[in-house]
Nanobody
């Protein structure tokens, strides 16, 4: 079973930055994307960023419109870790952030993530 451990969250003022990390253990080779998700209180969990990790589209990045230009997803293959650099944070970015993985079509469609949801890491943006 693949284990996912998120870290890096915290309290930050609007306009500040945080970098989240997701360390994965186990074999995720059969999956071809990793993504960052978030869930705010009373809201549905949403995908905010993804990176293709296998196949011909390896390295392709995608972002939710709400975070484009502010967030950057990246991956260190050697460390089996995916990162989310979050800049220009806004109060509406406040949420619990999770990472997960799954399959991605050539057209970019992401199947629902297959990993077990972990505890996530809390990001709070407030003055």
């Amino acid at each position: 079973q693949v284990q996912l451990v998120e870290s890096g969250g915290g309290l930050v003022q609007p306009g500040g930055s945080l970098r989240l990390s997701c360390a994965a253990s186990g074999n995720i080779f059969s999956n071809n994307y990793m993504g960052w998700y978030r869930q705010a209180p009373g809201k549905e969990r949403e995908l905010v960023a993804s990176i293709a990790i296998s196949g011909s589209s390896r390295g392709t990045l995608n972002y939710a419109d709400s975070v484009k230009g502010r967030f950057t997803i990246s991956r260190d293959s050697a460390k089996n870790t995916v990162y989310l650099q979050m800049n220009s944070l806004k109060p509406e970015d406040t949420a619990v952030y999770y990472c997960n993985y799954g399959t991605r079509s050539y057209g970019g469609t992401l199947s629902p993530p297959v990993g077990r949801w972990g505890q996530g890491t809390q990001v709070t943006v407030s003055s």
